[in-house]
């Protein structure tokens, strides 16, 4: 069935960069809406960015505390999403997933870390 599998998180100084896969596998989401969300020790899981994947970058929209930083893309001949990560701050430190917009449960990955030091 339909899998995601993200990878591509690390550890990275505060002002550095990491860019995130997202590979999707079992199924196309061309034409789906995408995020990427994220959930640090003891909260919530929060919304981060979302996209409309198609073979172009389709109305990106993305959480007020990354706008400006972060980009969300597509690269729908290779069948996976990307979340490029810039000016990272301490506070970006947290598990970072992708999923459907809404979530379905099913398509919940194992996450990657993504901790920035201050």
């Known amino acids: 069935q339909a899998q995601l599998v993200e990878s591509g998180g690390g550890l990275v100084q505060a002002g550095g960069s990491l860019r995130l896969s997202c590979a999707a596998s079992g199924r196309t989401f061309s034409n789906t809406r995408m995020g990427w969300f994220r959930q640090a020790p003891g909260k919530a899981r929060e919304f981060v960015a979302t996209?409309?994947?198609?073979?172009?970058?389709?109305?990106?929209t993305y959480a007020g505390s990354v706008k400006g930083r972060f980009t969300i893309s597509v690269d729908n001949t290779q069948n996976t999403m990307y979340l490029q990560m810039n000016s990272l701050k301490p506070e970006d430190t947290a598990v970072y997933y992708c999923?459907?917009?809404?979530?379905?449960?099913?398509?919940w990955g194992q996450g990657t870390q993504v901790t920035v030091s201050s």
């Open positions: 996209i409309i994947w198609r073979d172009w970058n389709d109305g990106p």
């Open positions: 999923n459907r917009v809404p979530p379905t449960t099913n398509l």
